[in-house]
C-alpha cells in the first residue's frame, strides 16, 4: 500500500493540507510539506494533542439560539375596557455542546480503507479508538454525575426561567405565552461510539451547526401585566425525573444564568422544571427534538409518561395544602399571607386579579379577606368580632369593680345669657384659685373640687355656630346645666339646648342668671320654662333650678351643690382599674407639639405611654395635662386631660379608647381610615371642580362631594356651615370629610373613591398626598379666603366657572438654617426640595403643612450673589418680606399667578 502522506491524510480528513500541516506543526511532528509522509506514530502524536487541547480548554462550546417572538393579548380590565397588551416572548437556550463530539470532530485518526492498514496501524488505531470510546463514556459519566447533583438547581433554574426576570413582580405570565415553535428537526449531533471494528470515519457534523431544541428558558418580555393562571386545581405532581437515555451525551443541564436571580419562589414547581428538563437535549438522540418544545409548551405535562424509572428522592406534596383561616374584621395583607402560609405578594396578585390594589400593609375587612382566601383556595372562617370596643364594654362592665364618679356637666342656654360668664366664673374661682404660676389653658373642659365632690365642666365653645358640637357635648354629659337670663326669659337656643338634653337623656338644672340684674324676673323663667316641660321642683316637678349671678358670684356653690346633688341621683359610677375609655373634646394641631387632642377620660384610667386609639388616629401617650397645664402621669374617669403624643389630629367627638396592643390600635385605625378609602373593585375617575356641572348638566352628579381640611376648627365649621347652605333642590354640596391639619394620603383616596373635590383652607397637602393626587388626577384647590371657596363651588354648581388667575405652585423650599442678623432679620438657608425658586415669587411658609404666613420673596441668594432662580437639589438664602418668624424645618412653598383657562 502506498504511504500516506499529508496531503492525503489532508484529502481523508477532508480539510485543508495547510491546516494539516499546522495542526502537525502544533502537535510537534516535523512535517514541512505535503509530501511528507505520515506514520502512525505522528498520527497518534497529534491525536493526543488535539485531545489535549481540547480537554484542557474544559471549556465546552456553547450553543446558543435566541428566538423573539411577539403576540398581542387582548384583555379586559377592571374598568371594563379593552386593552391590548404586547407580549414580547424571548427565548435564550444556551447549551453546552456535546463535548466529545466536539474533541473529536474535526480529525479524527481512522483513515478509511481498513484493509489497506498495516496490522502496526491497525492495532494503533484500535487502541485509539478504543481510548476514545473509553473516554467518552467517562464523560458521559461524568455528565450524568453533574446532571443528578444539578437536579435541584436545574428545578430551580426552569423556574427562573419561567418568569422573566427584570419586571419582577408586576409580571406574572400565564401559560408561556409562547406559540409551539415548530421545532428545528436538524439531525440531533451524535457522538459516535466511535468503538467499531472497522472505524467509522472521521468528521462527525459539526455541532454548532445543528440547532439543538435546548432547555433554557423563555423569557417573557411584558409591557404589562398579564395574569398567571395556575392552575389552582392541579395538584403539583411528582418529579419524573427525564434523564431519557443515559447514554446520551451530555444532557446539558441549562447553564446557570446570572441575572436571572429574581424570581418567585412560588412559580417553583416541579412541573415546570421538569417539563424543561424533559424537553432538553436528552431528547435529541430520538430524534424528536418537537417533543422537546412542546413539552416546554405545556409545561412539562407531556413528560408525564416519560422515564418513569429514575425517580427522584424527593417527592413534592401531590395535594395542594389547604389551610382553614380564621379572618378577624380586619387583618392586614401581610397578616393575612400569613395566616395562608403564602407570600404577601401572593395575595397582593390575588387581589390584583379582583381588580383591587392593595399594599403589604394595607388593612382589609373581613368581607374581602374572606374572599381572598377562598380565591388561593383556603377555606376561610370568619373569626369572632374583635371590635375593640365591646371589648372595652366587657372590661369595664366585666368584673372590674365600679367605683362612683364625678359627673360631667354641659354649660348651654340662649347666646349672651351668661354661659361663658358662668364657666370662668367656675374656673377663675375653683380652678386657678391657689394655682398660681400655673398656665391656666383652655383644654375644652375643666373639673373642680368642691367640699362635697367633684365636677367635670365642658368648656366647649357654646357659640351657636357649633351646634354640633354642643350636640357631641350632650352625650357627653351626665348633666346639663342651662343657663336663663332671669331678665331676659326663654329664647329659641334655651328650647333647642333643652331639647339636646331631652333627646339625649340628661338631667337639666337650670340656673337663671343675671339675678342681680333689675329687670331679672326668676318666677318668669319658670312659667317659661314649665310650658317647655321643664318642671320645677318645688312646683312638683324634678328639675333643680337655681337662682345665680355669674358676674358677681352669688349663690355659685348652690349651683355646684345642686349639680352634685343631680349627680347623686344618677349614681353614676365607673371602673376605674381598666384601659381608660374616653371621649376627644377637642383637639387641634399645634405648630410645636404635634397634635394636641384634648380627652375626657370616662372610665378606667389613662396613664402615660397608654396606646390611644381615638376615631381613626392613634397613637402613644406622651405626655399629658391637666387643665392647668401641670404634668400629670394618670387621669381617671371624668377627669379630662390633654394628650399628646397622637399620629394626627383626632375628629372632636371622636370614642377614644386605650389598647394594649400597639400594632392593633394602628390596625383598627387603618382600617377605619380604609372605611373612607373604600377604593374597592372599581377605580373611578377623579373629580375636577371645573367639570361638576358638566356632569350634572349629563344627570351624573346630583351632588358635589367635597373633603375640606382647614388649620382650625372654627374655619372649618363655618366653611362646611357656608358651603352646605349652598345647597339647592337639584344640586347638592356634600361635606363628605372634614378635618383640622394638612391634607394626608387617606383625605386623597377619599375624595378619588368618592369622586370629591378636596379643598385645603390654609392647609396643604403633605408629600405623599401631593403624589396620590397628582397621580389620580384629584382636585386639591387651596383656598385662604371662604368666599374664595364659597364663590368658586357656586360657580361650579352653576356651570359659571370662569377662567380665572390661578396661582401656581413652583417649588418647594425646606428651610435647614435659621441665621439671624440684627437690622436684615431672619435668614432662611434653604434646600430646594423640588420645582424652582424663583426671585420675587409668592410664598406660603408651612408649618407641619398648615400655612402660617403668606407673603414675597425679599432676597433670593446662591452662596454671597444674588440670583434669580434656584432650581431643585440646590441650596439657597432667601428671606422673607416683612417676615421673621421662621423656624428650621418649615417649608416654603413658592408660587406664581398664571391666568388658568377654564376647562369644561
Ligand atoms: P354667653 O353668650 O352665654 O356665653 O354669655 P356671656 O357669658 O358672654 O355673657 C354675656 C353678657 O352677659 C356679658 O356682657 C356678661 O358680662 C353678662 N353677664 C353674664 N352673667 C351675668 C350676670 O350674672 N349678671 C349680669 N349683670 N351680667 C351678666
Ligand atoms: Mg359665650
Known sequence: MSELNVSRFAAELKMPPQELLEQLH???????????????????????????????????PKITLTRKQTTEIKKTDSTGKAKTIHVETRKKRVLPSEAPAVAAPRIDVAPVPAPALSEAERVAREAEAQRQAALRERQAAEMRAKQERGHKEDAAEAEQETIAAPVAEAIVVAEPVVAPTPAVAAPAPVAAPVAAPAPTPVRTPAPTASPVPSVAGDRPRIGMRVELRKPKDTPLRAPEPAKAEPAAVAAPAAAPKAGDKKKEPEKRSWDDGRGKKGGAGIKTR???????????????????????????????????????????????????????????????????????????????????????????????????LDDPDTYLVDEAKGEHEQISRAPVVTVMGHVDHGKTSLLDYIRRAKVAAGEAGGITQHIGAYHVETDKGIITFLDTPGHEAFTAMRARGASATDIVVLVVAADDGVMPQTIEAIHHAKAAGVPIVVAVNKIDKQGANPERIRQELVAQEVVPEDWGGDTQFVEVSAKQGTNIDGLLDAILLQAEVLELTAAVDTPAKGIIIEARLDKGRGAVASMLVQSGTLRKGDVVLAGSVYGRVRAMLDENGKQINEAGPSIPVEILGLSEVPAAGADAMVLGDEKKAREIALFRQGKFRDVKFAKQQAAKLENMFAQMAEGEVQNLPIVIKSDVQGSLEALSGSLQKLSTDEVRVQILHSGVGGISESDINLALASKAVVVGFNVRADAAARKLAEGEGVDIRYYNIIYDVVDDVKAALTGMLAPEKKEQIIGLVEIRQVFVVSKVGSIAGCYVLDGTVKRGAGVRLLRNNVVVHQGELETLKRFKDDVKEVKAGYECGLQIKNYNDIQEGDQLEIFEIIEVARTL
Do not use: Y
Not at 430524534?287 to 422515564?307: F, L, P, R, V
Not at 393575612?336 to 383591587?356: F, N, P, T
Open 286 to 384: 430520538g430524534g424528536d427534538s418537537t417533543g422537546g418544545w412542546k413539552s416546554k409548551k405545556g409545561g412539562g405535562k407531556h413528560n408525564k409518561s416519560q422515564d418513569s424509572d429514575n425517580v427522584h428522592g424527593f417527592q413534592a406534596p401531590t395535594e395542594p395544602i389547604v389551610h382553614t383561616v380564621d379572618v378577624p374584621e380586619t387583618i392586614s395583607v401581610a397578616d393575612l399571607a400569613h395566616k395562608m402560609a403564602v407570600k404577601g405578594v401572593e395575595v397582593v396578585k390575588a387581589l390584583m386579579k379582583m381588580g383591587m390594589m392593595v399594599t403589604i400593609n394595607q388593612v382589609l375587612d373581613q368581607e374581602t379577606a374572606m374572599i381572598v382566601v377562598e380565591e388561593m383556595g383556603h377555606t376561610p372562617v370568619a373569626a369572632k
Open 26 to 60: 502544533a502537535a510537534g511532528v516535523a512535517k514541512h510539506t505535503e509530501t511528507d509522509l505520515v506514520t502512525a506514530d505522528d498520527k497518534a502524536r497529534l491525536l493526543d494533542h488535539l485531545k489535549q487541547k481540547h480537554g484542557a480548554a474544559g471549556d465546552k
